[in-house]
């Protein structure tokens, strides 16, 4: 087998471990979306305990 082979046969595993991959985060998306709400709500939590001055996330602007 010479370096080119050795590549090429490299090359197609990384394909198919890519394209596995692709697939389980698009089915795990799939799956999920029902409790985006939900999902962001949970995450956002910590967020919006630690805000003081209401309870919007808000951003920081640099002052003008």
Avoid: G
């Avoid at 595993?13 to 698009?26: G, P």
């Avoid at 029902?34 to 967020?47: E, G, S």
């Amino acid at each position: 087998m010479n370096a080119t082979e050795n590549l090429i046969t490299h090359l197609l595993e990384l394909r198919a471990r890519l394209l596995h991959v692709s697939a389980a985060l698009l089915l795990a998306f799939i799956c999920l979306f029902p409790w985006a709400a939900d999902l962001y709500t949970l995450m956002a939590q910590p967020l919006l305990a630690n805000n003081d001055r209401s309870n919007k996330i808000r951003s920081k602007r640099p002052p003008a």
